[in-house]
């Protein structure tokens, strides 16, 4: 038996595996290096004039135009702690998502460790070889233990799937030759049969692969948004340094205005957006983390940031908005026929339509009183549903045929339709329901009317959707009177009915051409290419391989509703950025009522900016400087775990931004600052500070 990882858990509680703090530790210090650093033009900045302040405190001499009068050298150590912790708390920040990412990735490892398989060699005979050796194209034989070596598909044969270890989802699943659902993922377990599979991916390519390099933020490539994000704080932060340089060579023309270099630092630093610029990597790797979290596969971050900006999603019907499994509510005999022979037939003819529609029939039956012997024959010949009369049923051994199918169908295999069996089949058809025929030796005895159920909760959600600006198109191959009904009570935007394979292309290129980002999700080789030309194409683990290259999203669980929580986690990406942006903003706009007065101490019509009243210049510099750092480490939580997303409307979501982010950013700016002022004050005050201090002066050599 092939060697497997442990059969645990699925990748969403394995995603919430412990984060050492050791690690976290030692990945936020090896962030520091100038290689790192320098991909970060913002906190790049931050990290020269740390190293720059720290140069000026260890050997002032080197610098004499820099160390006149005033210099203190303990004051230059304080703005060099401070401005290391403001780079080491935004490292932390990111090492703390990477982390998560890695401990999950670890585990994820340990799903194909030591995995071996059957390779079939070129003349038929099996060679156990290790799973890292095979190719892409290479032939494997699976049987009941056996763990599937790499992604694949099956191309002779049945398999009965356990993927619990790779989605959580305990139900096994059945995959065979010759239909959509032949793929296989790596990693799960055979619980059954005996089938051939054809290697689909080389190793190191496969979802498995792809979601560990997604998961640990390996090759992470930043989103356009995030890229145009950067470009903006680095366009500011240079904006400032020209402004910082530009006011030294002003004020240094004024020998009655002095302003340390120092502080000019400290300044520099306050004002540039080191806040979001130190959280923004941590933001995208948390959000690509709580996607891989929900148990999806996302070939990019990209693909996620376009989730939150999407105009339009096209569903399908069966499967995404219904169940997808008709169930049988009602019969409706025709005039002359009692309702008991009706429901007795049906059931007879579906005794052996072993569909989840036959099944149903019978269920109903047996509640309408049909005892359970009286629909299995001793001897009877089956008469199968073929595409060609599109009707199935039975024989009897007496010669008696009772036949079901569409009303069409079993109008063209009886010759004609009573007309209120036709006006009842209308009836339903009207209301979203399918009416299906009963007969009984070429006698239209009525119908039995199966309902396609709605799922619990699709109306609500395709509600937020609306709310949030998304249009929603329902793509089904029912007919339009059916289809109409469905989206009525579902509760969808649009639809389209009779839908042929073609048809999300032709949805999909259309609704691009008008400017708009497209979301669908599928599962067929037909969906292919609307699955690649789509902004996000969610294809289904249980479909085939050719969907799950060609979109950009992998679900696991193969639900096809998952792609509305793909555009919750989105928009909370989005809302995220956005807010920690806003804040950042408005907390260095009440930065300037701080430290401002303190450069222009003594200068008149300045002291109406000192607003919190800070008396000591230093102490006002250092206050703003270190709530300038610590204000980093408090908002890590929002960055991992993304702000709270409720469904609301553009307006509303920018008003609740200004709201609590920028006012936000200015209450705890100003609070933060006033009470670290308080607490060095109160230090500085303390006769042991004071003898640090002196100790720390003198151990510089001041």
């Known amino acids: 038996m092939a060697a497997g990882g442990p059969s645990t858990e699925g990748l969403a509680t394995r995603h919430a595996a412990q984060v050492s703090p050791v690690a976290a530790l030692r990945g936020s210090l090896s962030l520091l290096r100038p290689s790192e650093m320098v991909r970060n033009p913002v906190m790049f900045v931050v990290y020269v004039f740390t190293l720059f302040t720290a140069a000026i405190t260890i050997a002032p001499w080197a610098f004499p135009d820099l160390t006149g009068h005033g210099f203190s050298r303990s004051y230059y150590f304080g703005l060099t702690i401070i401005l290391f912790m403001t780079l080491w708390f935004a490292t932390l920040s990111q090492s703390i998502a990477e982390a998560q990412g890695h401990a999950q990735a670890e585990s994820l490892r340990e799903i194909r460790s030591g995995t071996r398989a059957r390779r079939v060699l070129p003349n038929g005979s099996l060679q156990w070889v290790a799973a890292s050796t095979l190719r892409k194209g290479d032939g494997v034989a699976l049987q009941a233990g056996d763990t599937v070596p790499l992604d694949g598909d099956v191309v002779g044969g049945v398999l009965e799937i356990d993927e619990a270890m790779m989605t959580g989802e305990s139900a096994s699943v059945v995959r065979e030759s010759g239909g959509d659902k032949t793929s296989l993922l790596g990693g799960s377990q055979v619980l059954r049969g005996k089938a051939m599979m054809r290697v689909a991916s080389d190793p190191g390519q496969s979802f498995l692969d792809r979601m560990i390099r997604l998961v640990e933020g390996a090759r992470r490539e930043k989103s356009p948004n995030e890229l145009a994000l950067t470009l903006v704080l680095s366009a500011f932060t240079v904006s400032l340094l020209v402004v910082i ?269 008008a400017g708009r980002l497209v979301a669908m999700t599928g599962d067929g080789t037909n969906d292919a290419p609307a699955l690649a030309r789509a902004d996000v194409g969610l294809a289904m683990n249980s479909g085939t391989s050719a969907a799950k290259e060609a979109g950009n999203m992998v679900d696991l669980d193969s639900d096809p509703t998952k792609i509305i929580e793909i555009v919750s986690l989105g928009k909370q990406l989005l809302i995220t950025r956005g807010g920690l942006t806003t804040f950042s903003v408005t907390n260095d706009v009440a930065k300037y009522f701080a430290i401002l007065p303190a450069i222009f101490v003594g200068v008149t019509g300045i002291g109406m900016l000192n607003v919190l009243r800070l008396g000591n210049p230093h102490l006002a510099v250092l206050a703003t400087l270190l709530f300038n750092a610590t204000i980093i480490p408090l908002l890590i939580p929002i960055a991992l775990r993304g702000a709270r997303f409720r469904p609301r409307t553009a307006v509303e979501l920018l008003r609740s931004n200004i709201v609590v982010y920028g006012g936000g950013g200015f209450v705890t700016a100003f609070a933060g600052i006033e009470m670290i002022y308080l607490g060095l004050q109160i230090a500085n005050a303390n006769p042991w500070v004071a003898m640090f201090v002196s100790w720390v002066g003198h151990m510089l050599g001041s």
């Open 245 to 513: 340089v530009t006011f030294q060579y002003t004020i240094s023309a004024n020998p009655n205005l002095v302003v340390d270099l120092g502080t000019l630092i400290a300044l520099l630093v306050c004002l540039m957006p080191t806040t979001i610029g130190g959280l923004l990597p941590a933001v995208g790797i948390a959000a690509v983390n709580r996607v891989a979290s929900a148990n999806v596969v996302a070939k990019s971050g990209r693909a996620v940031e376009a989730a939150g900006d999407l105009d339009v999603l096209i569903l399908d019907k069966t499967g995404t908005i219904t169940t997808g499994n008709r169930i049988a509510v009602e019969f409706h005999p025709a005039e002359g026929v009692d309702k008991t022979v009706l429901t007795q037939a049906a059931a007879i003819a579906s005794a052996f339509d072993d569909t989840p529609e036959g099944r149903s029939v019978l269920r109903l039956a047996v509640r309408r009183g049909v005892a359970r012997e009286g629909f299995r024959p001793s001897a009877a010949k089956v008469v199968p549903f073929s595409a060609e009369r599109r009707i199935s049923g039975v024989v009897l051994d007496d010669g008696r045929e009772l036949m079901k199918g569409a009303v069409r169908s079993i109008a063209g295999y009886v010759g004609s339709i009573p007309p209120e069996v036709e006006k009842a089949a209308e009836q339903a058809a009207s209301q979203g329901m399918t009416p299906l025929a009963i007969s009984a030796d070429k006698k239209v005895l009525g119908i039995v009317v199966l309902k396609d159920v709605v799922k619990p909760g699709i109306p609500d959600r395709l509600r937020e959707l609306r709310l949030m600006g998304i249009r929603t198109i329902m793509c089904t191959g029912d007919n339009r009177v059916t289809a109409r009904a469905i989206a009525k009570e579902s509760g969808v935007d649009e639809f389209v009915a009779e839908a042929k394979p073609e048809t999300k292309l032709e949805l999909v290129e259309r609704e691009k051409r």
